[in-house]
């Protein structure tokens, strides 16, 4: 059990730290593209990848006795576990749903109230979560579909859609799991996951094998990229 603690403090910091070095990376990314808007994937995962950094480092203080856990503190939590997902929802319904983007707005706004209410108002940590991981569930299965279809398309070549793929699939493992596993003495293999799936989306979202390719193109010689084509 004690190997299982240090698995889980260990990789709770390691999830802190990466998720806040990929949001930051990620966001100045997005401020130093030419045209910015704000459902540009880059500001959107930084802002989630963010609010990740937060509620894990809030639970890692958990762990490790310096924060005691309460109702309010898991409260608060899934407060920032909607700051990482429901602005994905916005991106998802440009992508989805593009005609009607009037009904936009609405449908974030109702997202974000029901998900305020799920976590201020729920009796217990156990409602919370079966009311909350169904949204989580909806948003990322949406994501995966999205990207498996960028991914086969050859479409959105900024980003690495399969290690996003990879990224939706060990957070959705980590959530799933978190309740079945938080009573056994694997009770720390979420969090492992978790911090798995940060690495993929910052890989997946700086894409440096895109930046060489493109650098490589640029750098050519006409000659040579006659002869190719």
Sequence with gaps: MQTGTE???LSGILTVIISAATGLLL????????????SDLPLVFSISVICQAANSLVLTLCNSGVLESTMELFRFRTLLIGGGILPISATLLQIW???HKKYHGRTVILLVMYWISVALLGASETIIMMLAIPVMIGISIMMTVTFIITWKTGRLKEVRSEL???????A???????ISLMSTSMFYIPDVLLAISMIFIGLGIANPWYSREKKNRHEEPPLVAQTVE
């Design 164 to 170: 996003l793929i990879a990224s939706i699939l060990f």
């Design 7 to 9: 698995f889980l403090i």
């Design 97 to 99: 749903a593009p005609s």
């Design 172 to 178: 959705m493992a980590s959530q799933v799991l978190r």
């Design 27 to 38: 966001g100045w990314k997005w401020y130093k593209q030419e045209v910015r808007l704000t």
